[in-house]
């Protein structure tokens, strides 16, 4: 199912940050997002995931599809690194957690507690957690942050090889992956100071 976004507004703190988006990524695409610090990439991201309402537009084809990284990598520091796999594979009805380890060469590292690894480690293993939810379309927000050149290179592999089985992919990111892509520039949709005023005008009346 393709992912459709009609006319799409996001905002943050109750005003408008980015207006008039409208684009598509169909089952084994890719879209990569880009624009300036601050131009509105997570807030747009966010939306996408359904952890914030839009302020108009549409979202279709999004219900329980999405499965979302962050800049937090979401792991419990007491549990292994498999445990984690485990919980978050059991959160998604899923069992198998042997192809995220071995994606990210994380086999030597399994019964490591996750507080125990390095920043590299880490957001390996929140990234690994993609692979263990099953979902189609994997909403990513500057994933390869603390990553050395090897582990850029898996997580494009591991990338490449979801978008090869059907899946699909929205990332923000500053580096080139070397994936088949679009890319879509987010600035010239930011909104404008005077809509931004308006929009907190409304926001007392």
């Known amino acids: 199912m393709t992912l459709v976004i009609r006319d799409l507004c996001v905002a943050r703190g109750g005003l408008p940050v980015l207006m008039g988006l409208n684009f598509q990524v169909a089952p084994g695409r890719a879209l990569v997002l880009r624009g300036p ?58 069992r198998d957690i042997g192809p995220a380890l071995r994606s990210y060469a994380l086999e030597d590292l399994h ?59 929205i990332i923000a990111t500053h580096i080139d992956l070397g994936l088949e892509a679009e890319v879509l520039d987010v600035t010239p949709f930011r909104a404008t100071a005077e809509t931004r005023a308006g929009a907190s005008d409304e926001a007392f009346l």
């Not at 509105?40 to 999405?66: F, M, N, V, W, Y």
């Open 37 to 94: 610090n601050g131009s509105g990439k997570t807030t747009l991201l966010r939306t996408l995931a359904g952890l914030q309402p839009p302020l108009s537009g549409e979202i279709g084809g999004a219900e329980d599809r999405i499965a979302y990284a962050a800049h937090s990598d979401g792991l419990k520091a007491m549990l292994s690194v498999a445990e984690n796999l485990r919980f978050w594979a059991s959160v998604f009805g899923q």
């Open 111 to 169: 019964d490591r507690l996750a507080g125990t690894l390095s920043a590299g480690q880490k957001r390996r293993l929140g990234l690994a957690r993609m692979l263990v939810t099953a979902r189609p379309v994997w909403v990513l927000d500057e994933p390869t942050v603390s990553l050395d050149a090897d582990a850029v290179l898996l997580f494009a592999r591991a990338v490449r090889t979801h978008l090869e089985a059907g899946g699909s992919a």
